[in-house]
């Protein structure tokens, strides 16, 4: 899909009814939280006295029922020595606990109701309260757009500009993004699935091999499963390393950076990749940690690729103000002023850099080898 030209009169008449139509939006939300609120108060009025309520009616229930308690006793008392009681003390003492115990069920009905709409105020508070919150942030959030169309949109012309300079970045970057994919299948199904595979047809072999030619045959059989296994764990791990070191999250940039360069060399027979830290060993916050491993990565892979060298050396330096990274190798080269099609490599790490609001530069001649130098405005 393409970026095409845009008519600027019919561009402005579209953001003219998008102000329009989100400032409307705002107002209605904001009337909303707003009569939310007023419900909220309100609610929160009747809540406090229903508390009140509740209380007083605790206490009132705990009278009667120690009343109740007396009155039946009582009750007891002159069943048991009808004799010793007039007709008139008798009714007075049933009538007496038969009223305190009417009286007792209605007050306890009564909490039970008042119990029922307290905890039916405070779900309603709750949902209002989440209401009112969603409204302020999506006046915030419509905010923020409404700022957006009516003073970044101004140049709304120069970004489709931009956007149609990029659009082949992002078209390669999702086609890089499939090849990835693709290799990554083809390294699994070529390594850890076919020596899987393996596993299995020989844990088949060593039955056979126990049942025919006895336990010391299939115990060298096993050491040799062994070591299939230990092979198709290693792939694994390295597969897994080269989508995310775990050490990253848990280690931090230094210890994952010598680690990953000290893999990359076992890889690459011939080829020294040197470490250094100039600075402090510090964690950084985790996205630009994964940043500047990328980077790192990026050019290391980019040097190994297309340079040839015999070495490559990486410096890293984290100061209270400045993260620095170089990475210097002594390969072939190339000329920095002539940019290969289809290559987004530097471009990559360019954009990179950007998001990071920081600077990179290489410099780089046909057959003296390439320097990439990059720094990144940090405060520890």
Known sequence: MSIKKVDAKALDKILETMVSTVSESKDEVFDIGEQCRKDFESLTKELDDVKIRVAIVITDSDALDSKARFARKRLSEVSMHFNHFSEEQVRDAYERAHKLQVDLQINRQLEKELRNRRDELELRLRGLQATIDKAVHLVS?????????????????????????????????????????????????????????????????????????????????????????????????????????????????????????????????????????????????????????????????????????????????????????????????????????????????????ELLEGEMTIDSQPGAGTLVFIQIPYEL
């Open 141 to 353: 959030q419509i905010s923020v757009v409404q700022n957006y169309l009516t003073q970044d949109l101004k140049f709304v012309g120069e970004a489709l500009q931009e956007a149609k300079r990029k659009q082949d970045f992002g078209l390669k970057i999702i086609e890089a993004q499939e090849q990835e994919r693709k290799k990554l299948s083809r390294e699994i199904h070529d390594g850890p699935a076919q020596m899987l595979a393996n596993v299995m047809m020989r844990s088949d072999l060593i039955e056979r091999v126990q049942r025919e030619r006895g336990p010391d045959e299939a115990l060298v059989e096993i050491r040799s499963l062994k070591v299939m296994v230990r092979n198709a764990l290693y792939e694994v791990r390295r597969i897994i390393y080269d989508l995310r070191p775990m050490a990253l999250d848990d280690l931090g940039l230094v210890p994952t950076l010598r680690k990953y360069l000290q893999t990359t060399e076992d890889y690459n027979n011939g080829v020294n990749l040197n470490f250094v830290n100039l600075g402090q060993v510090k964690r950084l916050p985790p996205d630009m940690e994964v940043a500047l491993f990328r980077l790192v990565q990026e050019a290391v892979q980019n040097s190994l690729k297309h340079a040839e060298p015999k070495q490559v050396q990486v410096k890293l330096s984290i100061s209270k103000e400045m993260v620095t990274v170089v990475v210097k190798d002594d390969g072939k080269g190339f000329d920095c002023s002539i940019q290969k099609e289809g290559s987004f490599g530097l471009v990559g790490m360019r954009e990179r850099v």
